[in-house]
Every structure is written in C-alpha cells, then in structure tokens.
C-alpha cells in the first residue's frame, strides 16, 4: 500500500508551536460565566453526586486477575470509576468557582497520580500481541489507550485549574508534570511503541488514540516547557503516525474496525488535528487538511452506517447500539464544513437524556470540555432532512442500502479486518427501523477475546452469523442435531466447516449496483464466498442480496460443494415456521419465504453477557434452513 503523506503534509507549510488553549482555563469566567445556566445547573448538581459517591480501591491483586482468570473487568470496574468522579468534579468547580468541590478533586488526582500503572492488564506486553506481564514495571512505562487517556486525564485538570492550583501550592503541578515527564513524554520521544505505525504493520484505533492524548499532554504544560525544538518533534511524530492511521483507509472512508470503533478511530483522528491545529493557529495553512477529501469521508463515515432508532450497521466486535453522538461528531462536522454530520450529531444530542448530554460515563476529562462548549449550539442547531444515499465502501467490501422500510447491509471483503469476526458475506436487515436478521457483536472482554482462541467464541464464528456452514456428508445429520450447541467443540471439529480468519479468506468477484432512488430501483451485492473457507470441498458459494425497493430483500445462493449445507439466519425477535416449514415469521417484524429449502431447526440463545446485553434485551434465535439442493433464494418483507 502507498503510504499517504496528508497530514505530514500540511504540517510542513507550518513553522513554530504555540500551546493548546482553544478552551478556557478556571480563570476565564467570562467563558465559563457564558455557559447557559441549564447546562451550569446539571453541571454543580453532577458534581454534588459525586461527591457522595466513594474513591474506589485499586488493588494489585484485581490488576492480576486478568493473568489468573482472564477477568479485565474485575480491574476496570474500579479503575474507570475513579476517572468518572474526577471529571464530575472538575467540570462543577470550573463552572461554579467557590473551591467547594477542590479536596475532592485533589483526592482523586492524587489517586491516579499514585497508581503503580496507568496501564490495563491486557496491555501489559513490550511488543505487539506478545504475552503481557503479569506485574507492571514502573520502571518501563507502557503507552498503551489508558496510559495515555490517564495522562490527559491530569494534564487537562491541571490546565484548566492550575490558577487555582498554584494558589494551594506549586506542587501539585510538580506532581503531575513528573508523572507526564515519566510516563508519557520520555517513553514517548525515546521509544518506539508498535501503535506509532513503521510502514510496516497495519494500524488500527490505538494509533490516532494514544496520539491524541499525547499532544493534549504535551501542549497543556505550560509556555516554556518544551522548546520549540521538542515542541515540533511532537507534532512531526503525531502527523506520521496519523499518516499511518490513514494508510488503512480507502478513499472511501471506510472503517474496517466499524462504527462503535468510529468512536475511538476517526473521532480521534480529529482530536490530533483540532490539537495541531489549536497549536499552530486556527489561521495556519494547517487548517486545510480538513477540507481533504480522506478526511471528510472518514468524518461523514457514521452517518452513512446510521439506521435509526439508535441502531447503527454492525459488524465485528461493533455493538448494534454504541451509542449516541456528541460534540465530537458535531465539531467534526463544522471542522469539514459537513452541515449533515453536525446536525447528525445534535439531533442525537437533542434526543438524549440531561445525564446522557453530560455525557456522564466519558473518561476522557477534554471530551466533557468539548461537550460543555458545544452545548448550547447543539441544543438549537438547524436539522438537516433526507436519508443518507446507499453506500458501497470498496474499501472494506460493505455495502449499505436503504428507502423508507428498510436497511439492508451486506459485507463482502475478508476476514483480516480489525476486531475481526468470521462474516464474509454476512448480511444484516432492519424492517422500519427494527432489528430483523442480525449481527450479534462481541461479548465481554477477556483475556480469551485477543488470543489465538478467539474463534472458538461463538460470536466470532461464521456459523453465528447469516452464512451457510458444510458438514460432511456421511455425518450430515448427527453433526447437525447438535450445531452450535459447543461452539467451541464445532471450531475444532474436522467434519464441520466454518469460515477461517485471516486476509486469504475473502470474497471474489465481487460487484456492486447502487440505486441512488429512495424508493424505487435497485441496490445489491454479489460475490461468492467459497474461498473463505478452508476446504476444497468448497468449491463455491454465490450469493447475490438485494434491496428491491419500495418492495423487499432478495438473497440467491447458488453453491457447490462435497458436503451438506446448512444456513443460519439469526433473528431478535422470535421466528415460527409455517407453510410446510419455508416460511418463517419473526414476530412484530416481518417473514421470510424460503424457496429451495425448508427450516430443520430453531435454536433459541439467551443473552446472558453483559455487553451483549447492551444491545440485545431479551434471548435471540438461530434459524437453522437446509437447502433442497444447490440453490436457495430468501424473499424477505
């Protein structure tokens, strides 16, 4: 792949730094002061819970359970809650500037200040995708995501209340700037962590991520911290990495790691460049990289991928609901002159809850800034109509489609995506706005998630998405009856075959066709799946999914192989077979008529994960359909 040099690019029409103070420090009441008094109020009142609520205990016996068991919650779930309350704090004093919120504020800085690591446990590795420790070394710091989040955490509360601060004693600015000196700036400018991109290895969210909280760190000490000299070397090393960042991207846009990771990806991306920018000036010749092409499609990527309701296309580890926009997007858009992805964002922000528009469960203390500052505009943007056009990112081989009843996205591509499920050729279908045939996502995190018994998870596997699996033939009805029963036993079983990881296990002859009518026309997906499966008695699979619009969806297998078949379609809401089993009605949803086939079998699965319970509230279903011979076609209305 060629490397792109857009970023590098417009920083070499630069000279000289300044320092990031786009947004006010606790001195400025006049902005602070301008704040509508709604916002003002639901800030003090956030800030007076949390109060109430207690510093958790972070103990290194929950840091090593990830290595006994493979638990990353357990660590989490106290780790998280301390950034939580401290950003409560912070946004309460500087907006109501009595000191009444400081001992609290100066308990929970100090908290993180002492923490042996910033890291995570799954973190914990020298080397990419190596073994981590089983113990932190304070005396080799790892920049790993909360590392660096942890180090924007305090810088970006000692900037915005280091006049107060410096009234108490200079030592807590000391403190903090030790910590950064330590954990971020040497290990930073010294080392080469595998995140900063070499050319060499693809990149993914870590990489724009990480960036960003660096530069925050960096261009909030105050003026003469660094020298000129140092200052420019940050900037140089961050719009390389970005670079690298933008190397796995098409023109397209396209986010190979989906729309949950947008969050973490290309919202990122525009946190290093609104901070490069802010240093160089909002008049620099910095500020064109907004209107590049890459950057505007990377941008406008979460609206395209939107269905309704709060549901997004998901694919991989990414969440059917991962949530609503905020000012990030909103700001995004005004940086790109996007009209339709800032009103995107506020009329989600206008749908939301007061806790939700505080945007409470954020780590990320300059996130909250952003918020706080947008605020107002939000709440009164104009809103922008019209659904987005149907969209093929080539890209990642995905293909969105949509009129008034449904959405309909199909992916082609391969199986080497980031947060990589095995799904080529998988298809998801919302029936007005409901969720009809499914991708479930990812469960919990753990230590098994990002191991080399990642497919043995039932959610990653190609059989728990809506794809054919082969069993052979002269086992055909015995492995069937118990499919899907262990998946973990099925991914090793030499009988049954499942998808493979990896990028040779992809689509070929891939063609799209757009309609770009909302209600007439037609959009549709073609490929033939054969090769990502690894056996030779897969000779093909070719599946053609249309959106027939104003009318239906419309999927054509056509295959041929030395093994028996079976698809699986996945449902939300509870299937019932009729008519001589080849119509299946999905309750409150819609049907699907079956010619070539008839249903063996429906499974039934409750969602007992957490994170899988974010998303889906009740048990989903698996539809288990035999093709009477080599061709099936589902009409589904």
Excluded at 256 to 282: F, I, N, P, R
Excluded at 321 to 339: H, S, Y
Excluded at 597 to 616: H, S
Aim: aromatic letters at 12%.
């Amino acid at each position: 792949m060629e490397h792109r040099s857009i970023v590098e690019e417009y920083l070499k029409k630069t000279k000289g730094a300044g320092l990031y103070d786009v947004y006010p420090d606790i001195s400025d009441r006049d902005r602070w002061d301008a704040l509508s008094d709604t916002l003002k109020t639901s800030l003090i009142n956030a800030g007076e819970e949390a109060l109430k609520e207690p510093w958790t205990q972070l103990l290194i016996s929950d840091f090593r359970e990830f290595t006994k068991t493979g638990n990353r919650v357990q660590f989490e779930d106290k780790y998280f809650p301390r950034r939580r309350k401290l950003n409560k704090l912070v946004m309460a004093e500087c907006v109501e500037n009595k000191g009444r919120f400081l001992d609290a504020i100066l308990d929970g800085l100090y908290l993180i200040l002492e923490e042996t690591t910033w890291c995570l446990p799954p973190h914990t590795s020298y080397e990419r995708d190596a073994s981590q420790e089983t113990m932190p070394d304070p005396t080799r710091p790892i920049i790993d995501l909360f590392d660096a989040e942890s180090g924007a955490e305090i810088a970006v509360c000692e900037y915005l209340l280091r006049p107060v601060f410096q009234k108490i004693s200079p030592y807590i600015s000391l403190y903090v700037n030790e910590r950064l000196k330590e954990r971020i700036f040497e290990p930073y400018l010294n080392q080469h962590f595998w995140w900063m991109g070499n050319g060499k290895e693809p990149m993914c969210n870590w990489t724009v991520w990480c960036t960003q909280n660096v530069l925050l760190c960096a261009f909030t000490r105050p003026e003469g911290f660094f020298s000129q000299e140092i200052m420019r070397t940050f900037l140089e090393k961050a719009a390389l990495s970005c670079d690298y960042f933008l190397d796995e991207y098409g023109d397209d846009g396209g986010c190979d790691e989906g729309a949950q990771y947008y969050t973490h990806a290309g919202l990122c991306l525009y946190g290093c460049l609104e901070v490069m920018s802010g240093v160089l000036g909002k008049e620099s010749p910095f500020t064109g990289v907004f209107a590049d092409k890459l950057i505007r499609n990377v941008a406008n990527y979460i609206v395209k991928m939107y269905v309704g309701n709060g549901y997004y296309v998901n694919f991989a580890d990414c969440s059917a609901l991962p949530g609503k926009r905020t000012a990030r997007e909103f700001l995004f858009g005004k940086a790109t002159g996007d009209e339709v992805l800032s009103s995107f964002a506020a009329e989600d922000f206008k749908t939301e809850t007061a806790d939700q528009k505080l945007i409470s469960d954020e780590i990320n203390l300059f996130y909250h800034v952003w918020q706080a500052f947008a605020y107002d505009e939000m709440a009164i943007y104009k809103k922008t109509e019209g659904l987005a056009e149907d969209t093929f990112f080539e890209s990642v081989g995905l293909l969105v489609a949509r009129d008034d009843t449904y959405v309909l996205a199909a992916k082609a591509g391969d199986n080497a995506d980031s947060h990589n499920h095995n799904d080529v050729g998988s298809f998801t279908v919302y029936k007005g706005g409901k969720p009809f045939l499914i991708d479930l996502g990812v469960g919990t995190y753990t230590k098994k998630t990002f191991s080399d018994r990642r497919y043995e998870l039932w959610t990653m596997q190609s059989q728990f998405h809506n794809l054919p699996t082969f069993i052979d033939s002269e086992v055909f009805d015995d492995k069937v009856a118990g499919l899907g029963r262990d998946s973990e036993s099925d991914s090793h079983d030499e009988h049954v075959y499942m998808q493979h990881d990896g990028e040779k296990y992809a689509a070929r002859d891939v063609k799209c066709l757009l309609s770009k009518n909302t209600n007439s026309g037609i959009s549709s997906l073609s490929m033939d799946i054969a090769d990502a499966y690894e056996s030779c008695r897969i000779k093909s699979y070719k599946r053609d999914i249309s959106l027939n619009k104003g009318a239906n969806i419309v999927v054509k297998d056509e295959f041929e192989a030395d093994a028996g078949c079976i698809l699986s379609l996945m449902t939300y809401e509870k299937p019932v077979v009729s008519g001589d089993r080849s119509v299946i009605s999905v309750e409150n949803t819609g049907k699907i008529s079956i010619d070539g086939g008839k249903v063996l079998e429906i499974q039934e699965y409750p969602i007992t994960d957490e994170r899988l319970a974010l998303a889906w509230k009740h048990e989903v279903y698996r539809v288990l359909v035999k093709p009477d011979d080599r061709k099936l076609k589902l009409t589904i209305e």
